[in-house]
């Protein structure tokens, strides 16, 4: 029999990591920002952070919100699409290997070798990041190593852990969530580290805030998975 609050806990877990991985692989859209707005506050509160951005998707006036859905979608362009962007932060695991705030050139190269682990991992699962729904130009770029894909990636094996608590097979369960801890441990804590320090250095808006938020929620969900809190 299976722990029904257990299972739960790993749909929770499955939502927050497709709600983060959305933020950074879409852009901003007047029919989804409202709630994403509202969903990284209730994160945030949760981690006993206040950032004001509490308000109600139903006390948003239509004009401010096309007004702020514009802002918002250029700050997304200039933080991870424009490199002469004095917001830029390049979303890729390899360039962001021993990030120092303040550095002259902080960033790293593309392509390097935790990019090529981090493939291995997806194919491993068969897990095909370029069949999310994306940001049109992100189809074009073939780095395995973005944040939003490692955070799909991470939605993904949530998900077919929750479909081994579902047919009952504990064992399928506890391999799912080694699987879930080995990333994190190998690349998405260090990973957010660096790039939530960087989005606080070049761009602390928005998406700086989404970016600690998902720092601060992979760190404690690895904490659990270290634990063993969420196995029976």
Not at 25 to 47: G, H, N, V
Not at 159 to 177: C, D, I, P, T, Y
């Amino acid at each position: 029999m299976i722990n029904e609050n257990l299972r739960q806990n790993t749909v929770t877990r499955l939502k927050v990591y497709s709600f983060l991985a959305e933020i950074f692989l879409q852009e901003p859209s007047p029919t989804r920002w409202p709630e994403q707005r509202q969903a990284l506050a209730e994160l945030l509160k949760e981690q006993g952070e206040n950032q004001g951005l509490s308000e109600s998707p139903g006390n948003i006036i239509p004009e401010d919100l096309t007004t702020t859905v514009a802002k918002l979608r250029q700050e997304f362009y200039d933080c991870f699409f424009v490199p002469m962007s004095k917001s830029y932060v390049p979303p890729f695991e390899s360039a962001l290997q021993n990030f120092v705030p303040g550095k002259r050139k902080p960033f790293g190269p593309l392509n390097s070798s935790e990019g090529n682990h981090v493939a291995k991992c997806y194919g491993a699962v068969g897990f095909n990041p370029w069949e999310l729904n994306l940001f049109a130009p992100l189809r074009e770029i073939r780095l395995p190593d973005h944040i939003g894909f490692e955070l799909a990636f991470m939605a993904r094996l949530c998900f077919s852990e929750n479909e081994a608590w579902k047919s009952g097979q504990l064992e399928k369960v506890r391999q799912w969530q080694n699987l879930e801890k080995q990333f994190l441990n190998d690349h998405l804590q260090q990973f957010l580290t660096y790039f939530a320090l960087a989005m606080e250095e070049k761009a602390p808006g928005f998406y700086a805030r989404a970016a600690r938020a998902a720092q601060q929620w992979v760190v404690s969900d690895y904490q659990d998975l270290a634990e063993g809190v969420l196995i029976a």
